[in-house]
């Protein structure tokens, strides 16, 4: 009976590893996702095991306040959505955009960007979507644009 009450309970606490974990040490730096007013989810690679999602979606941004941003915060969802990286010379973040269409049919799409963050820094990503294309970008505290790559969806 034991076995019966634990296995559910093991699982559950399981379930908080399948996002993306901040680290709580080390040089970090900050990464804040925003979007075109676009649902979507941030992604961070965590070498080894893929790209994981940030507790965190993006959610298009609420018309009122109140009980609607009382909702969001509940299913986890944000217009804006800041997380915690390590810093790496090929650090990957991406967002992931999956919506379905009134035919039931899905319009996807995935963008990457590898980039060296600084001790410290503090990131703005852009999500955008329009036109059934996906485009990312980064910019450090300042508003300049930083030096970062598109890069392949594989998170090595």
Known sequence: MKALILAPLALLAGCQHLNYQPPTSGDTAQVTFTSNNTAAQPVVCVPGKGFKSTEYAL?????????????????????QVTTTVDIAP???????????????????????????????????????????????????????????????????
């Open 59 to 79: 959610s298009q941004n609420p018309v009122s306040g109140g009980a609607l941003d009382d909702l969001l915060k509940t299913m986890k969802k944000s217009p």
């Open 90 to 156: 090929a650090t990957r973040i991406g967002v992931i955009y999956n919506r379905r269409q009134a035919d039931n049919s899905r319009d996807r799409c995935k963008v990457a960007l590898q980039f060296a963050p600084q001790a410290g820094g503090d990131y703005q990503a852009h999500f955008v979507h329009e036109n059934g294309q996906c485009g990312l970008s980064l910019k450090d505290a300042s508003g300049a644009s930083v030096d970062a790559v598109l890069t392949d969806w594989q998170c090595p």
